[in-house]
């Protein structure tokens, strides 16, 4: 997972050479909680923009409102890095639920640990216990749709790296070595 690390690409998707874009970029609401660290207090983040799923991550670029208001300028706290862009790989996921409420907007929440692999420095280590929380509000009523689609390539990510797991090869004791001893029944 990253924070405000998007380039985009030729096609204006921002896809890596290599990775498949499933989706189109759905308008998209997002909130990301961030938990009380060493590196600071809890925080929100709010923005507009669009997101992305691909066959390895889900990419969120802040855009402005129509009209030309940015929402990320009212909601940000004193001395907090502005949020442009989020990405979340589907190794980092931890869990995923959508919420239908009576009084508010459908939503999808993911909670996920920052990614080992590329640490973002605008975005701590929320430690052991806790995880960011991601929330989406989709415009046009996308929010299932994209919800589903999360979970199914999250199970077909995982699929991929059971497939790509090999067992240790078995290789047999050399001529003149002693086999190894039996199990003992005590």
Known sequence: MA????AWGETRAPI??????????YATDLELKI?????GPKRTEKSWGRIWLTDQRIIFIALKRPGGEDLNA?????GAPELHSLIIPYDTIKDTSFHLPIFSANHQL???LP??????PNLPNPGNDSALVCKLILSDGLGH??????????????KRLREGETLPAYTP???GEAPPPPLSTD
């Open 3 to 6: 924070a405000n690390t998007i």
């Open 16 to 25: 890596h050479r290599g990775e498949k874009l499933l989706t189109p970029g």
């Open 35 to 39: 938990p009380a660290t060493i590196e």
């Open 74 to 78: 009212p909601h940000r706290e004193p």
């Open 110 to 112: 993911i909670e996920f």
């Open 115 to 120: 990614d080992p692999t590329h640490p973002s």
């Open 145 to 158: 749709n994209m919800y589903k689609r999360i979970e199914k390539e999250r199970e077909a990510w995982l």
């Open 173 to 175: 004791a050399a001529p």
